[in-house]
C-alpha cells in the first residue's frame, strides 16, 4: 500500500499527522515529475531535433499515464490535406 494511501486512511485518526505527511509526500511526487519532465525534454531537445521550435505537445505525450490505442487511430479514415 502505498504510504499517501495510509495517510489518506487514517486522516479521521490522526488528523494533523496525516495532514503533515501527505504535504511531505506531495513535495516528492512534485519533484519527482518535474525530474521526469526535465529528463524528457531533454531527450526531445537532443542536437539532431533542436530546430524545434514547440515542445509542448512531444512533452505532453511523453508525461502522459494514457495509453494510446494505435490500433483504433490506424483504422480511422485520415484526410489528405493538400499544402
Known amino acids: 500500500l502505498p504510504l499517501d494511501s495510509v495517510w489518506i ?3 479521521e485518526e ?3 499527522g496525516a495532514k503533515k505527511s501527505i504535504t511531505i509526500l ?3 511526487s512534485n519533484s519527482y515529475l518535474c525530474e521526469v ?3 524528457y525534454l531533454n ?3 537532443t542536437k539532431k531535433r533542436a530546430r ?3 515542445v509542448e505537445k512531444d512533452l ?3 508525461l502522459s499515464h494514457i495509453q494510446p490505442n494505435i490500433r483504433a487511430v490506424g483504422k480511422k479514415p485520415q ?3 493538400s499544402h
Do not use: D, H
Open 37 to 39: 519532465g526535465f529528463s
Open 60 to 62: 505532453r505525450a511523453c
Open 52 to 54: 524545434l521550435e514547440s
Open 14 to 16: 490522526y488528523p494533523s
Open 79 to 81: 484526410a489528405q490535406v
Open 9 to 11: 486512511s487514517v486522516m
Open 43 to 45: 531527450n526531445i531537445k
Open 26 to 28: 506531495l513535495q516528492f
